[in-house]
């Protein structure tokens, strides 16, 4: 039995279960805090219990309406500063913003980096998310960084489900180092996408580079958004002679048409983590399957305030 006496897990309104399936499998109570809105729309928060000299985590992913989110995460940790919180932990599941983690255009942002700034602005002691899209993302904090993963609940769902014959699919070259990851530990082999992006959120599929014929072939990508890129090597795939094709994508953004898209394919199933709160559209559909993240969560915060090694996780 672990014991906890200094610590404190508050949660805002973008992932409000995830936050409470954390705080069951630590066997602790949420903090008690008050976020809401003015009637014009500001972020108005409320700590109501002591924190001072206390080991503080918020758990609130960036996700849709990615702004409101934001916000609220940045008022909390100015809250919890300003109540004397001896440490403030940004518990960020799902860090929105990632992708826009370099120039891609002249006058363009970085705004993964702005984000990063307007956390150790606000207060953060340090940062805890999980696969994040760029790992130089890392380096945009002065703080320190766990970037967790969610590789151990996918791997225990396809070892259970799927089993043998697989081929692990890198849907595009960014994703080539995730996806030898898990090729290495089900001992299987690795096939690639060639995809060309024409511009944001459209993508073409052109070819597939490995042999996938006769496998069950997994896909395997830390952001699914409008499944453009999913449902298109999906195609692919099978074109090539795979058996049947499945998703393993950490991060259910699934904006705009991707539902749709996903019911109207032939993947045979998506596996996603509630990172992100699934919506009700996605609870719906047959095809998707959300697997929880809470335990590696709450090892992890465990680890942090125990002073104890968070990569040993996924050794």
Same mark, same amino acid.
């Given at each position: 039995?672990?014991?906890?006496?200094?610590?404190?897990?508050?949660?805002?309104?973008?992932?409000? %279960?995830?936050?409470?399936?954390?705080? @069951?499998? +630590? *066997? !602790?109570?949420?903090?008690?805090?008050?976020? $809401? #809105?003015? &009637?014009?729309?500001?972020?108005?928060?409320?700590?109501?219990?002591?924190?001072?000299?206390?080991?503080?985590?918020?758990?609130?992913? %960036?996700?849709?309406?990615?702004?409101? @989110?934001? +916000? *609220? !995460?940045?008022?909390?940790?100015?809250?919890? $500063? #300003?109540? &004397?919180?001896?440490?403030?932990?940004?518990?960020?599941?799902?860090?929105?913003?990632?992708?826009?983690?370099?120039?891609?255009?002249?006058?363009?942002?970085?705004?993964?980096?702005?984000?990063?700034? !307007?956390?150790?602005?606000?207060?953060?002691?340090?940062?805890? &998310?999980?696969?994040?899209?760029?790992?130089?993302?890392?380096?945009?904090?002065?703080?320190?960084?766990?970037?967790?993963?969610?590789?151990?609940?996918?791997?225990?769902?396809?070892?259970?489900?799927?089993?043998?014959?697989?081929?692990?699919?890198?849907?595009?070259?960014?994703?080539?180092?995730?996806?030898?990851?898990?090729?290495?530990?089900?001992?299987?082999?690795?096939?690639?996408?060639?995809?060309?992006?024409?511009?944001?959120?459209?993508?073409?599929?052109?070819?597939?580079?490995?042999?996938?014929?006769?496998?069950?072939?997994?896909?395997?990508?830390?952001?699914?958004?409008?499944?453009?890129?999913?449902?298109?090597?999906?195609?692919?795939?099978?074109?090539?002679?795979?058996?049947?094709?499945?998703?393993?994508?950490?991060?259910?953004?699934?904006?705009?048409?991707?539902?749709?898209?996903?019911?109207?394919?032939?993947?045979?199933?998506?596996?996603?983590?509630?990172?992100?709160?699934?919506?009700?559209?996605?609870?719906?559909?047959?095809?998707?399957?959300?697997?929880?993240?809470?335990?590696?969560?709450?090892?992890?915060?465990?680890?942090?305030?125990?002073?104890?090694?968070?990569?040993?996780?996924?050794?």
């Amino acid at each position: 039995m672990y014991s906890y006496k200094n610590i404190k897990i508050f949660s805002g309104n973008a992932n409000a %279960t995830l936050a409470k399936e954390i705080a @069951n499998f +630590m *066997e !602790l109570p949420l903090g008690q805090a008050v976020v $809401k #809105r003015f &009637s014009d729309g500001e972020v108005w928060v409320e700590i109501q219990e002591n924190v001072r000299g206390m080991d503080t985590f918020v758990i609130q992913p %960036t996700s849709h309406p990615a702004n409101e @989110n934001l +916000m *609220e !995460l940045l008022v909390m940790i100015d809250a919890l $500063k #300003r109540a &004397s919180a001896d440490r403030i932990t940004a518990v960020i599941p799902y860090y929105g913003y990632a992708r826009q983690d370099r120039k891609v255009a002249p006058r363009t942002p970085i705004s993964a980096k702005l984000v990063a700034d !307007l956390l150790t602005a606000a207060g953060a002691s340090r940062l805890l &998310s999980m696969d994040l899209h760029a790992g130089q993302i890392q380096g945009f904090f002065n703080i320190p960084v766990d970037n967790l993963f969610a590789m151990p609940v996918f791997l225990k769902f396809l070892q259970e489900e799927l089993n043998n014959n697989l081929v692990v699919v890198a849907p595009d070259a960014g994703a080539a180092e995730r996806a030898r990851a898990y090729a290495k530990r089900l001992s299987c082999p690795l096939a690639l996408v060639d995809k060309r992006r024409s511009q944001p959120n459209v993508a073409e599929v052109m070819n597939v580079i490995g042999d996938v014929s006769g496998r069950k072939a997994v896909i395997v990508d830390d952001i699914i958004d409008t499944a453009g890129t999913i449902t298109q090597a999906v195609q692919a795939l099978l074109n090539g002679g795979a058996k049947e094709v499945y998703g393993c994508c950490t991060h259910a953004v699934l904006s705009g048409p991707a539902v749709d898209r996903i019911n109207k394919s032939n993947i045979k199933k998506l596996v996603v983590t509630d990172s992100i709160a699934p919506s009700d559209t996605t609870k719906k559909c047959s095809k998707i399957e959300v697997l929880s993240i809470a335990n590696i969560f709450g090892e992890a915060i465990r680890r942090i305030y125990h002073a104890d090694s968070v990569s040993s996780l996924f050794v």
